[in-house]
């Protein structure tokens, strides 16, 4: 490891002992109960990831919020239309993904209530619906209480290339994302922690926030 490594590992190991974490873990539950949930409510959290590729996270908190179950019932131009009206960034693209995935919300929750690997569940994402790379399967897949994936985006790039840990990838290959995975694995093994909850730590140091 590069030599920011100790000293990333011990800014979070002060968190752990801060009142922050008293935020990761009410969050760590939350994602644990929404996975519990009806099939409608699990896809509802996946459109929301799809909403949050490559979009501001909090600004799709509240258009996620304002659509709410209209993400199930909208059809394509309606749901563009109501995105758009919103300030949404990409609402042609994203509501004809939302749409068509409608067809496999049986499948979507079946990952939800088995007892399948966490890293075979993110293939089956990546493979089948539209919208959901690496970084928004494995968000996806946190949100509803799986915690052994890594959100990689933009802030932990930046954030483990300023402690040096890594250089900043000019593309981010499926071998590059396991890779800094892999790192960031290595890390939450230090700390004793699930890659869900490091990925709320980094979140908060990146940002000052933790949001979801």
Not at 14 to 25: A, C, D, H, P
Not at 157 to 181: A, G, V
Request: proline share 1%; with cysteine; glycine share 6%.
């Amino acid at each position: 490891m590069k030599s920011g490594y100790g000293d990333l590992v011990n800014e979070i190991n002060s968190l752990i002992k801060s009142e922050v974490n008293l935020t990761v873990e009410s969050k760590i539950k939350k994602f644990e109960e929404l996975g519990q949930q009806t099939k409608e409510e699990i896809f509802l959290e996946m459109c929301f990831c799809i909403l949050t590729a490559n979009f501001q996270a909090e600004r799709g908190v509240i258009i996620h919020k304002a659509i709410e179950r209209g993400f199930l019932t909208l059809n394509e131009k309606n749901l563009a239309r109501k995105l758009k009206e919103l300030g949404y960034r990409f609402p042609n693209t994203r509501s004809q993904y939302i749409v068509e995935s409608r067809a496999q919300i049986n499948q979507i929750y079946q990952l939800s209530i088995l007892e399948k690997p966490e890293i075979e569940s993110r293939e089956w994402l990546v493979h089948n619906i539209k919208g959901l790379g690496m970084k928004e399967s494995s968000h996806f897949l946190r949100n509803i209480g799986f915690k052994d994936l890594a959100i990689i985006d933009f802030h932990i790039i930046d954030l483990l290339e300023k402690y040096e840990i890594i250089s900043k990838p000019i593309t981010m290959t499926k071998n590059k994302y396991l890779e800094i995975e892999g790192i960031l694995r290595d890390i939450a093994h230090k700390l004793e922690l699930y890659l869900a909850q490091l990925d709320l730590f980094l979140w908060f140091i990146e940002t000052g926030k933790i949001i979801k």
